[in-house]
């Protein structure tokens, strides 16, 4: 694997070496970057102040001086990267001068050539002999079963972060399945209902308050009272339809001497019994 990155190395710097290059002043690289931020800088105004120094208004609105003697500019990235940034090149020619020489010497061609004319002698490692000290690590399976379970990072749990929630009880640290206060949640459900009733409600406990200290029957009672004779008198209903169905079943036997099939007679007397009381409502 070293001899394999070692001719990798190698090879790149000698096509480094002989590269052919498209300007004769800066590298490639210069070169595509200050194309870039030339095309970006060609509809900025220019504002003069002297000959060498003048304020850039980019097409944001934003303004930024730039002064070719001290070789800055108020964005900072001439200074940083030692190339001219977009505001010097537009500035540089606003006033007639040439950008290629506001470049650093490190990207010129000579320091290009100068960086990779060293280049690396080639190794071979055919005759090198094999040390056996020099082994792979010796990997050993674990006993048991292997973990399954994820390894949490700690910045996870950490104060600030996020951590697990339980939309039972609305606390950190445990879901729902874990959470000890579910089954007293649970049990204590109805007197929830109640309450919940209670609020929901308050004419009708109020009214049954009063009913329980004057001897009447309250509302609720009365309603009560109401659904069950009304229950009774659809039953009523339901048989009187019924014992109707038995009397005409007779009375075909007895003119045409002859009886219908039961299950027929049974499936009909189910379908017109439960269809009694919508055609009554």
Request: glycine share 4%; charged share 35%.
């Given at each position: 694997?070293?001899?394999?990155?070692?001719?990798?190395i190698?090879?790149h710097?000698?096509e480094?070496?002989?590269?052919?290059?498209?300007?004769?002043?800066i590298?490639?690289?210069a070169?595509?970057?200050?194309?870039?931020?030339?095309?970006?800088?060609?509809r900025?105004?220019?504002?003069?102040?002297?000959?060498?120094?003048?304020?850039?208004?980019?097409?944001?609105?934003?303004?930024?001086?730039?002064?070719?003697?001290t070789?800055?500019?108020?964005?900072?990235?001439?200074?940083?990267?030692?190339?001219?940034?977009?505001?010097?090149?537009?500035?540089?020619?606003?006033l007639?001068?040439?950008?290629?020489?506001?470049?650093?010497?490190?990207?010129?061609?000579?320091?290009?050539?100068?960086?990779?004319?060293?280049?690396l002698?080639?190794?071979?490692?055919?005759?090198?002999?094999?040390?056996?000290?020099?082994?792979?690590?010796?990997v050993?399976?674990?006993?048991?079963?292997?973990?399954?379970?994820?390894?949490?990072?700690?910045?996870?749990?950490q104060?600030?972060?996020?951590?697990c929630g339980?939309?039972?009880?609305?606390?950190?640290?445990?879901?729902?399945?874990?959470?000890?206060t579910?089954?007293?949640d649970?049990s204590?459900?109805?007197?929830?209902s109640?309450?919940?009733?209670?609020?929901?409600?308050?004419?009708?406990?109020?009214?049954?308050?009063?009913?329980?200290?004057?001897?009447?029957?309250?509302?609720?009672?009365?309603?009560?009272?109401?659904?069950?004779?009304?229950?009774?008198?659809?039953?009523?209903?339901?048989?009187?339809?019924?014992?109707?169905?038995?009397?005409?079943?007779?009375?075909?036997?007895?003119?045409?001497?002859v009886?219908?099939?039961?299950?027929?007679?049974e499936?009909?007397?189910?379908?017109?019994?439960?269809?009694?009381p919508?055609?009554?409502?």
């Amino acid at each position: 694997m070293m001899a394999e990155i070692w001719a990798y190395i190698m090879e790149h710097f000698a096509e480094r070496m002989i590269r052919q290059q498209e300007d004769p002043i800066i590298s490639n690289e210069a070169k595509k970057g200050y194309l870039r931020r030339y095309d970006d800088s060609r509809r900025w105004r220019v504002l003069a102040s002297t000959e060498l120094q003048v304020q850039v208004k980019d097409g944001e609105g934003r303004e930024h001086v730039v002064d070719f003697e001290t070789e800055d500019c108020t964005c900072n990235m001439w200074q940083e990267y030692l190339s001219p940034c977009a505001h010097a090149i537009v500035g540089s020619r606003s006033l007639g001068k040439d950008p290629y020489l506001l470049f650093d010497r490190a990207y010129t061609i000579l320091n290009y050539r100068l960086t990779y004319q060293q280049g690396l002698p080639p190794v071979t490692i055919q005759d090198i002999p094999c040390s056996p000290d020099l082994l792979p690590p010796l990997v050993v399976r674990k006993r048991g079963r292997p973990r399954v379970r994820r390894m949490r990072r700690r910045e996870r749990y950490q104060d600030g972060q996020r951590k697990c929630g339980n939309s039972w009880c609305r606390q950190l640290g445990h879901n729902t399945r874990t959470c000890d206060t579910a089954e007293d949640d649970e049990s204590s459900g109805e007197e929830e209902s109640d309450t919940e009733s209670e609020e929901e409600f308050p004419e009708l406990v109020e009214d049954a308050r009063e009913a329980a200290l004057t001897g009447r029957p309250s509302r609720a009672a009365i309603a009560a009272a109401e659904m069950r004779e009304r229950r009774a008198q659809i039953q009523q209903e339901i048989e009187q339809a019924r014992q109707v169905e038995i009397d005409e079943e007779a009375e075909f036997a007895a003119v045409f001497g002859v009886a219908l099939d039961p299950p027929l007679v049974e499936a009909r007397r189910s379908t017109r019994v439960r269809r009694a009381p919508k055609n009554r409502d």
